[in-house]
């Protein structure tokens, strides 16, 4: 049977979230209501977390792997792996399991009438600076996108393929995503989902990468946005 979902994780130096990480996909892919595989992207990891990724993905058939030979940062993780998938529908997750895969199908439901359906961390499990930063960079996406997304940055998201191979690749591409299909004359949807907290590893988020970056890059966005071109087509010969 054809895979008809794939779940995208971006890993950057998750060494110690990864034995966990991967016994939680495989338990999903078990029960996932879609026929489901996983794509890892490992981001130039210097811990080790590509070599583990690696072996992992040898000895599992419904497991794949991207390796950057760098440090290019998530977006390009995001923007490679929807590049190379090749199921109708795809997801994406983060490696710290503060999301859990089993989430994915309270978006699917909502998936057949959207182009985007995505988490909405309302009760989160994170630090005060981390809740503070992040509702901060969210209301001023809202300014600049206009998405009325409460949770932009929530890692759990699922999508059409088709539709996700259209967005451009640049910086800060994971804080756009609803955005983007927006462009594309897409509707989006929001769903309540657990948040859990971090138990291995460490938030490679901080004030500055969490407001100051998302700000510069929402000027990128804005001038993406009126420069964005988008087509469909009438017939098809040859």
Same mark, same amino acid.
């Given at each position: 049977m054809e895979f008809q979902f794939t779940i995208i994780v971006p890993v950057y130096n998750e060494i110690e979230?990864?034995?966990?990480?991967?016994?939680?996909?495989?338990?999903?892919?078990?029960?996932?209501?879609?026929?489901?595989?996983?794509?890892?992207?490992?981001?130039g990891s210097s811990d080790g977390s590509a070599s583990a990724i690696e072996k992992f993905c040898l000895d599992h058939d419904d497991f794949n792997c991207l390796l950057f030979d760098k440090n290019y940062g998530k977006g390009a993780a995001l923007k490679a792996a929807f590049d190379y998938t090749k199921t109708p529908l795809l997801g994406y997750l983060d490696a710290d399991l503060q999301t859990h895969p089993e989430d994915f199908e309270l978006l699917?439901?909502?998936?057949e009438n959207y182009g985007l359906v995505t988490?909405?961390? +309302?009760?989160? *499990?994170?630090?005060?600076?981390?809740?503070i930063s992040s509702k901060t960079g969210n209301a001023v996406r809202i300014f600049f996108t206009k998405d009325n997304i409460h949770d932009t940055?929530?890692?759990?998201?699922?999508?059409?393929?088709?539709?996700?191979?259209?967005?451009p690749m640049f910086k800060g591409l994971q804080r756009f995503l609803p955005a983007m299909i927006l462009l594309?004359? +897409?509707?989006? *949807?929001e769903v309540v989902i657990n948040h859990y907290p971090r138990?291995?590893?460490?938030?490679?988020?901080?004030?500055k990468n969490r407001f100051l970056g998302p700000l510069i890059d929402c000027f990128a966005y804005v001038w993406m946005k009126k420069s964005y071109i988008d087509y469909s087509m009438k017939a098809k010969h040859g």
């Open positions: 979230s990864l034995p966990r990480l991967f016994e939680y996909l495989q338990n999903y892919l078990k029960s996932a209501s879609l026929r489901s595989c996983v794509l890892l992207v490992d981001d699917f439901p909502y998936i988490g909405w961390r +309302k009760n989160r *499990k994170d630090t005060l600076v981390k809740r940055g929530c890692p759990l998201k699922i999508m059409h393929t088709a539709y996700a191979k259209k967005i594309q004359q +897409k509707e989006i *949807k138990i291995e590893g460490h938030s490679k988020y901080n004030f």
